[in-house]
């Protein structure tokens, strides 16, 4: 069985906020759907930019399959700390997948395709939005 | 403002305007067909038939080989495996391609999921009430490529707002005067334009139009896909990137800016 951990924020993350117990429910969905063992998810802390309960899923990645966390938008805001993430599951053999966007990250290819997704995350900040757009 | 575009770019352009949609034929018959062949593999796994049956017969007649009670859990089903298909999106793009790169950009992003439509005769369980897909949540920024997989027409077809009438409408619905999505239909359905459309074109709409449609009274079924393409770099509205819209054909200065970092100096 491929036993993986949950990660859900208690916190905003690029500007989405999410109550934790529909985090769950959606980390758990994706785990039958996809035949993954789920084990409970572990709350990272509401402090800006901690990432402290996750490098502590990483300590201990080598009993598990892999992590599903709910947002691929909860990984490091920063992209070398981001890109060290995907690394460390790659070099590990293990996956990481995304509840709420449905990718995972096992190879370059992945961590590629995800990467490219935050990059243009934070780019749109600078590009006019919706509401700039209509009053409304 | 300047326009570059070439004598074809600025027809195609100004049909969408006028009309709110084109209807072309599939430049990349090859993808469109593998598209199809994809689609029936779904269909014949969900469904065991006792004798085979020519692919044509068996999508225009589909509601005689199934329960219709069954419907809903059979398009899911299938919209499931399709889904898993990997080159699927891929040749979905190419068949719209050339009207893509004229109407929104060549650098695009596409929903991640395709959704697929079945619309079995005097069916009542899978109508689309009229709406605006930017009414609920969409960006003005999207197009909709709709594919059909048999020839479409009348009541087996979709309809759309003549774009003329669009501030009329909005009026209508700032007014208050229709408190239902039925009687909006009714005082509107004057100012539609019904889709007639065959196996082996595309239809690209602005979703903005209020589009939708009515119980199939036609002798055959329906089958159509549809999926959302808009500009990597135009505003997003409830459907984000990541989660409903994902790049496809990002360009590599794109990617070198969105790297890059101003020295810095002490």
């Not at chain 1, 909860?74 to 790659?90: C, D, G, S």
């Not at chain 1, 997704?117 to 749109?124: A, F, G």
């Not at chain 2, 700032?174 to 539609?192: D, F, V």
Request: proline share 3%; aromatic share 10%.
């Amino acid at each position: 069985m491929k036993k993986v951990r949950g990660y859900n924020f208690s916190r905003e993350f690029m500007g989405e906020r999410v109550p934790q117990h529909i985090q769950n429910i959606v980390i758990r969905q994706y785990c039958q759907s996809m035949g993954l063992h789920y084990m409970l998810s572990s709350t990272e802390y509401s402090m800006k930019n901690s990432s402290l309960i996750f490098d502590q899923i990483l300590d201990e990645i080598k009993n598990l399959h892999g992590v599903v966390a709910y947002s691929i938008f909860q990984l490091p805001e920063n992209n070398l700390k981001r890109n060290n993430v995907f690394l460390k599951f790659i070099k590990n053999k293990k996956t990481l997948y995304f509840a709420n966007e449905g990718f995972k990250v096992s190879n370059q290819k992945d961590a590629y395709r995800v990467e490219m997704i935050w990059l243009i995350k934070k780019n749109l900040i600078k590009c006019p939005s919706a509401k700039d757009i209509w009053a409304n | 403002m300047l326009n570059f575009a070439s004598k074809t770019e600025r027809k195609i352009s100004k049909d969408f305007e006028r009309k709110g949609y084109i209807i072309q034929n599939v430049p990349d018959i090859k993808s469109l067909e593998n598209i199809k062949k994809i689609l029936l593999n779904s269909i014949n796994k969900k469904i065991k038939l006792k004798k085979k049956i020519e692919p044509n017969n068996l999508l225009d007649f589909f509601h005689n080989k199934i329960n219709k009670k069954n419907l809903n859990s059979i398009r899911l089903d299938i919209i499931k495996d399709l889904n898993k298909n990997k080159k699927l999106k891929e040749l979905y793009y190419l068949i719209a391609k050339p009207f893509l790169d004229i109407l929104v950009g060549n650098e695009l992003a596409m929903q991640t999921r395709i959704n697929l439509s079945i619309q079995l005769p005097r069916d009542k369980s899978s109508l689309l009430p009229v709406h605006s897909d930017v009414w609920s949540g969409d960006s003005a920024f999207e197009i909709v490529v709709w594919l059909p997989l048999v020839d479409c027409y009348r009541t087996k077809s979709m309809y759309i707002l003549n774009p003329s009438k669009l501030n009329k409408v909005n009026s209508i619905i700032y007014k208050n005067k229709k408190n239902s999505s039925e009687k909006l239909y009714q005082s509107i359905q004057k100012y539609i334009n019904w889709i007639n459309i065959k196996y082996g074109q595309v239809l690209l709409f602005n979703q903005i139009l209020p589009h939708g449609n009515r119980i199939n009274n036609e002798k055959e079924t329906r089958w159509s896909f549809n999926c959302r393409f808009k500009g990597i770099f135009t505003p997003y509205r409830d459907k984000k990137i990541g989660e409903f819209f994902e790049p496809i054909t990002m360009k590599k200065i794109s990617e070198i800016a969105m790297r890059y970092n101003l020295p810095k100096i002490k």
